[in-house]
């Protein structure tokens, strides 16, 4: 990148959407990086970072009232070293500033606005702030002001607020004493904790705004098959139904928005992210397995024909499509009566009462698509199908929200994991076919020599080195396609991530880094956590890797390094449920069912015994073939293990020790569907 004297917007050398969408602003904009870092030094200005993504409404709004006003950027420019952020490209420097907000007793949220010194110690910071005071906050000029005159005048606060945050900063990256496995007692305390937050009426978590929050509900769900309890079952299909019929959904073009900004799912905040659709197709698959629903299929086939179709990024997927278009949110999928009337004609009022459309309309006078009637005859739903593709291709003329066509590694891993599971349960071939391809480009585009995988990479550039978010949702997308097609070279792949994985995060203790390996351009500290948020940790998914890993192959040194992580991450408690996705690894770990299909692999009772596995409701099946009788390693518990007289068979493996064979699919399913029902009243 050129780096010459004069001030200027440098953000045009980049390659990130969101980056790209503040190119021509005023603002001397710079990148996150060394460069930025030491012209604050240089200059002893104060850094001003915002930090967004290409999708965020009010990342427009502000930008459209400040940062394209000549008047706020040249107060920004004359006070302020100016570095812009995406925070989906460095999900690490987010991460570090979020939590410096929230440090501050601050709500987080993007855009987050921070203001630091010239080393990149935070000392103050919001989120967005109105061109003119309104809502109790200051207008964003007045901010500049007070910020600039305060560091002008080198006030003591200045000193004093950058000291505590900066302890509060290193204790994100401190070491704990590892603390004990996670036993069931801690299982039951974290799922009762979030339990009583679910919403018994409308699904999810209480009250608005509503987001899907899928590693807790997941969780809940691998939890209900632990105990044999219904109740975080019975969350998972509340929620999965509310969310299927509701205006968060797409029922045009398929895939779910980001959240609904009321308690009833109705008015989503509209834009589409390739993380949460990902999980929720893989939820989607674990609950039509458990109660197979026209609704769970149709959804899952909708949504992945809306990744197919609008996500592609050249064979891997993109990252998320815009909430506005035209400068409006959600201009491009709402409704008006006269407009589906027109489009419609005899279909209209059938898909008026189905989709509650009506003069009034249910959002500010638009109506968002909603279903509020149930699926019924197939002469009806083959009406509204109709109606659905009429104005389907209506919708396609409009200008399009805008599309971030990054390719994120994690984000990609977390869609192939789900794409080889839903193919299994909903019996679609292609879309293991779709979930390789997509694993074989990201590899392609991102993976290194080392076995690291890259964070990011747009228009054949790589753009951020990798965390260990990347590192383990690979390899659990690896493992996934190893259990799907059975094809040893995945197995190896999977492998070689995992080792990557400890061998460039692996801390002194044991514990791992969410950060890139390398993070020389990352100030104060590297946090370490196992929370989930939207999406889920890295520690987490390594811990599923490593559970998976020790059930696959037998070798006790997975064992041994899932332990470790556990232990490093649940050293408090009261913290436990904050790390659903850990936990779920700490149960596959103990009790996975590892299904141990004997046989030649194209035998036909052997694929129907493994299909019947991969289709199973409860995440903690491991599912291993086994062609011959010397295919698995003597540590394994199922090595020697023959077929039947049916020339295949199933073992199910508990806990080190192997079932009696079976050989019917059916009885296979009603094994797999039982773990912890039995002991539901202990």
Known sequence: MPAGPEPANLLRFETSPYLLQHAENPV?????????????????????????????????????ESFENADTAAAMNAHFVNIKVDREERPDIDHLYMSALHAMGEQGGWPLTMFLAPDGTPFWGGTYFPPEPRWGKPSFRQVLQGVAKTWAAGDDMIAHNTQALRRALSRLAAVPEPGDLPGPG?????????????????????????????????????????????????????????????????????????????????????????????????????????????????????????????????????????????????????????????????????????????????????????????????A??????????????????????????????????????????????????????????????????????????????????????????DQAAMARAALALHQATGAPARLDQAIHLAEAAVMWFTDSAGGMFITAADAADVPLARPRSAADNAVPSGAGMLAEVFARLFHLTGAGVWRTRAEALARAFLTHREQAAGMPGLLAAADLLEEAATVVVTGPADHRAARSLVATALAAPDPAVVVLRAAGQDALPPEHPAAGKAPGAAGASAYVCRRGVCGLPIDDPAALAAVLAARGRSTSAT
């Open 28 to 64: 001397h904009w710079r990148p996150w990086g060394a460069a930025a870092l030491e012209a604050a030094r240089s200059a002893n200005k104060p850094i001003l970072l915002s930090i967004g993504y290409a999708a965020c409404h009010w990342c427009h709004v502000m930008a459209h």
């Open 380 to 469: 009806n739903e083959a009406v509204l199908a109709r109606a659905r593709a009429t104005l389907f291709a209506a919708r396609a003329q409009r200008v399009r929200p805008g599309r971030d066509d990054k390719v994120l590694a994690d984000w990609n891993g977390l869609a192939i994991a789900a794409l080889a599971r839903a193919a299994a349960v909903f019996d679609r071939p292609e879309w293991l076919a779709r979930a390789e391809t997509a694993f074989d480009t990201v590899l392609h585009k991102l993976g290194g020599a080392d076995g690291r995988v890259a964070h990011a990479c747009r228009l054949g550039r790589v753009t951020a080195a990798g965390l260990l978010d």
């Open 186 to 378: 801690l299982l039951d305390a974290a799922a009762a904790a979030l339990l009583r937050l679910n919403d018994p009426e409308q699904g999810g978590l209480r009250g608005a705004p509503k987001f899907p929050n899928a590693p807790i509900f997941r969780f809940l769900w691998q939890d209900a098959f632990r105990t044999g309890r219904p109740e975080g079952r019975d969350a998972l299909h509340l929620m999965l139904v509310r969310m299927s019929h509701g205006g968060i959904y797409d029922h045009l073009g398929g895939g779910y928005a980001r959240y609904a900004t009321d308690a009833v799912w109705l008015v989503p905040h509209f834009e589409k992210m390739l993380y949460d659709n990902a999980q929720l197709l893989d939820l989607l698959a674990l609950a039509h397995a458990d109660r197979p629903d026209p609704l769970y299929a149709a959804r899952a086939a909708e949504t992945v024909g809306w990744m197919c179709r609008d996500m592609d990024a050249g064979g891997a997927f993109a990252a998320s499509e815009d909430a506005d278009s035209e400068g409006e949110e959600g201009r491009f999928y709402v409704w008006d009566e006269a407009s589906v009337d027109t489009l419609l004609g005899a279909d209209a009022p059938a898909f008026k009462t189905a989709y509650d459309v009506t003069a009034a309309g249910n959002w500010e006078g638009k109506t968002i698509l909603r279903r509020v009637t149930a699926l019924d005859d197939a």
